[in-house]
């Protein structure tokens, strides 16, 4: 079920919940940042998977954000 909200509008409070999340997620203790930016960028992935259905290029970037998730919280940290 996709909700009726307009994409500028769901856009800009994206943004400010990620950055608020993603500068909140940093100041964790060592090695939890990694971790938790990567979960945040995961699960980023599999909303706009399930968002984007209908729209490929949407589910594309879903499934690249997840994989780039599971990297970070794997590799990148």
Do not use: K, N
């Amino acid at each position: 079920m996709r909700p009726d909200l307009p994409r500028p509008l769901i856009s800009i409070v994206g943004l400010v919940l990620g950055f608020t999340v993603y500068a909140l997620a940093g100041r964790a203790p060592e090695p939890w940042p990694g971790v938790l930016i990567g979960g945040m960028f995961a699960l980023l992935g599999i909303a706009a998977w399930f968002y984007g259905r209908g729209e490929r290029w949407i589910q594309v970037l879903g499934v690249l954000l997840l994989v780039y998730g599971v990297v970070r919280m794997a590799f990148l940290h």
